[in-house]
């Protein structure tokens, strides 16, 4: 059983067990969280698709820890006119692990 969800404007297909890292939500590490916004639900070759949502589907998790991912360099530069500009940036992110799929 797999499902397609939404969260941070980005879809993920997820399945019982995958761990994934989410967009942050203030949450301690061990809570329990229920994504209710489900896109799709499939079982093998029957599939459900929301328009736009899957009615009372949810995916339920597990959060495991809070972070900030690696960072990313952004380095603009005009040629010839001695302008550089530097910057970085680290995102937020709550990482989960599926426990299980209501469809």
Do not use: C, W
Not at 32 to 53: I, K, N, T, Y
Not at 60 to 69: D, E, H, P
């Amino acid at each position: 059983m797999y499902a397609v969800i939404e969260n941070g404007g980005k879809q993920y297909r997820v399945t019982v067990g995958d761990k994934l890292r989410l967009e942050r939500m203030e949450m301690e590490p061990g809570a329990e969280l229920a994504l209710d916004r489900v896109l799709m639900v499939g079982v093998g070759d029957d599939v459900q698709v929301g328009r736009p949502l899957v009615e009372g589907a949810a995916v339920k998790a597990t959060v495991l820890s809070q972070g900030r991912a690696k960072k990313v360099h952004i380095f603009k530069m005009r040629r010839r006119k001695h302008y550089r500009k530097q910057q970085g940036h680290r995102q937020y992110f709550t990482e989960v692990r599926i426990t299980g799929i209501e469809a």
